[in-house]
């Protein structure tokens, strides 16, 4: 591992092979760790030259992070990764026993991961799904209570880690209220805190221990109604102090329209409120020039908690995923 400081923010690259100035970029402004999208695979062996094309670029093993979460978000598809139902389809097909399916299908998806050097994933989802959720987030979520949604997502967490894959917690503090689609709109939520401290919130907190958190861009109108999550220093506060969440906490993509202003603008205002590191996904190279030069490197509080979460990278534990998916497919 590098002993520099990291730059404070996750970074994309445009298509599936690293431009000469995309490589020079990075050795520059040493993200913290990348992360992929469907533009950047093609094949098996594209894929695995790309993560190594990454980490060789800044010089070290950068995180590799990925959404895979199965369903509608699986950036990875067949030959290269099983397909996956949703979720929330997938919780209810398995009824009592969805607590071990749920480990067991994210100990394979996280499995084929580290196959092409991905060794991120920003996973669990622990938004608690209510009627009207948006359709963009409610069949990603894990169920519609919080004992379920606790239960599976811890699942989830110690599936990854068994399989040397670094968990990201997201949203927090909890999108499930929203009714909007924080690609597109500023979702806001009207209930009153105690509300969201019995459900919302609570999702989070056994989830305190974890290495890396992803906010939410959204407005809590009777706690801070002026900003979403991910700019607001109240919620961030809320979320290191009240939730207990001592891991390096990044945006959702700043790019998304939920946010205004400028991608830089966006990005200091989510530094300047307690995140530590930007997420900037759709990998336009002026754009993140732009924002590094406005974010610079993570404060000492971000590379400490950065440095923790790279230290609890585990050594994956060898398994057969075909006779984990063999048990998996027992339970239904």
């Not at 067949?78 to 026993?97: I, T, Y």
């Not at 622990?126 to 990603?140: G, V």
């Not at 990044?250 to 939920?258: H, K, L, V």
């Amino acid at each position: 591992m590098s002993t520099a400081r990291f730059g404070a923010a996750i970074l994309g690259c445009a298509g599936p092979r690293l431009t000469s100035a995309e490589r020079a970029f990075f050795a520059a402004c040493q993200p913290f760790g990348f992360i992929l999208f469907a533009r950047n695979v093609e094949d098996a062996d594209q894929l695995c030259a790309l993560t190594s094309d990454l980490r060789d670029a800044v010089g070290w093993h950068a995180p590799i992070f990925i959404d895979q979460e199965g369903g509608r978000v699986q950036r990875l598809r067949p030959p290269l990764a099983r397909e996956w139902p949703p979720p929330l389809d997938h919780a209810a097909a398995l009824g009592e026993k969805a607590a071990r399916g749920f480990y067991l299908r994210y100990r394979i998806l996280a499995t084929e991961l580290m196959r092409y050097g991905i060794d991120g994933n920003c996973a669990p989802m622990l938004d608690i799904a209510r009627p009207d959720t948006h359709p963009f987030l409610r069949n990603r979520c894990y169920g519609e209570t919080l004992d379920q949604v606790v239960a599976l997502g811890r699942a989830t967490a110690q599936a990854h880690l068994d399989a040397g894959v670094l968990p990201v917690v997201k949203h927090m503090p909890g999108h499930g209220l929203g009714t909007l689609d924080s690609h597109l709109e500023l979702p806001h939520i009207a209930e009153p805190r105690d509300a969201l401290e019995a459900l919302d919130f609570a999702a989070f907190k056994p989830f305190a221990d974890l290495p890396l958190g992803m906010t939410a861009h959204l407005v809590f109108d009777r706690i801070d109604p002026d900003r979403p999550a991910t700019v607001s220093p109240v919620m961030m506060r809320l979320i290191r102090e009240d939730i207990g969440f001592g891991g390096l906490i990044m945006t959702d993509d700043i790019s998304m329209e939920a946010l205004s202003g400028t991608v830089p603008e966006r990005g200091a205002a989510a530094l300047a409120a307690g995140c530590d590191a930007v997420l900037h996904c759709n990998g336009d190279l002026e754009e993140m020039r732009a924002l590094m030069d406005r974010v610079g490197q993570l404060d000492d509080a971000g590379q400490k908690r950065a440095d923790a979460a790279l230290a609890r990278r585990p050594e994956p534990v060898e398994v057969d995923i075909d006779a984990l998916a063999d048990d998996l497919r027992a339970l239904t």
